[in-house]
């Protein structure tokens, strides 16, 4: 499968924990985005990459989340302290950078108890 | 920021019979407005896009037009078949800030 995949597809966690997910992108797909959906809405964003560099975090980002793309290929959300208002699907797309298409990976769903 | 309203919520139609769904949008700026397929519990799919330059864009059953003075766009799908039922998602995305910021959905059912 050459799509955008993600790693774990779900994760079950108690208040308080931290959680990290993986995203890995299209080949050769430059921009990298992370959403956040939860159940009845449609994707929110929350940040985006370009190669490695982070350059754009919404205010939905708390300071308890973090995004890393090292080296420009795949990217982790590190979330801290997690709490139940965490529960949700995190989807990451990957974009060729030419065009404005965005293309979804499967997500990881995360459960918070 | 860039408010994207869509509507119905849920549609329910005959199999054989048109759908069509709409999304307005604010930021006049905008000039790309993809729409996503979503199935249960699956990833959201890319079924067709428009750019500000064209106002209509058509993929075999599926048809996309676009009003930019009026800041609306639609989804409009011809002979439904079963396999079309699904949340269907509008999208815009926020000029030079390379996000899309999504509409609230669109239940479809399409009734055999």
């Known amino acids: 499968d050459t799509g955008v995949s993600q790693d774990p597809r779900h994760k079950i966690t108690k208040r308080g924990q931290n959680v990290t997910f993986r995203c890995d992108p299209i080949?050769?797909?430059?921009?990298l985005y992370w959403y956040r959906q939860t159940l009845g809405q449609g994707p929110e964003f929350l940040t985006y990459f370009q190669n490695e560099a982070q350059l754009e975090k919404s205010r939905l980002l708390s300071d308890r989340f973090s995004a890393e793309r090292p080296k420009g290929s795949f990217s982790t959300l590190e979330i801290q302290r997690t709490e139940q208002g965490d529960s949700a699907m995190y989807l990451c797309?990957?974009?060729?950078?030419?065009?404005?298409?965005?293309?979804f990976g499967p997500g990881t769903r995360l459960t918070v108890l | 920021g860039e408010n994207v309203e869509q509507h119905p919520s849920t549609l329910s139609v005959q199999e054989g019979d048109s759908a069509v769904i709409k999304c307005t949008y604010s930021d006049s700026a905008s000039n790309y407005f993809p729409w996503y397929k979503q199935e249960l519990g699956k990833r959201p799919q890319l079924i067709i896009d428009i750019r500000s330059n064209v106002g209509e864009k058509k993929d075999q059953r599926i048809a996309v037009t676009l009003n930019k003075t009026a800041k609306h766009f639609s989804l409009h799908i011809t002979e439904t078949q079963p396999e079309d039922s699904a949340v269907y998602f509008c999208?815009?995305?926020?000029?030079?800030?390379?996000?899309?910021?999504f509409g609230q959905g669109t239940r479809l059912t399409i009734n055999p």
């Open positions: 797309a990957s974009s060729p950078g030419h065009y404005n298409e965005q293309f």
């Open positions: 080949s050769e797909h430059n921009r």
């Open positions: 999208a815009v995305e926020i000029q030079g800030a390379q996000k899309l910021v």
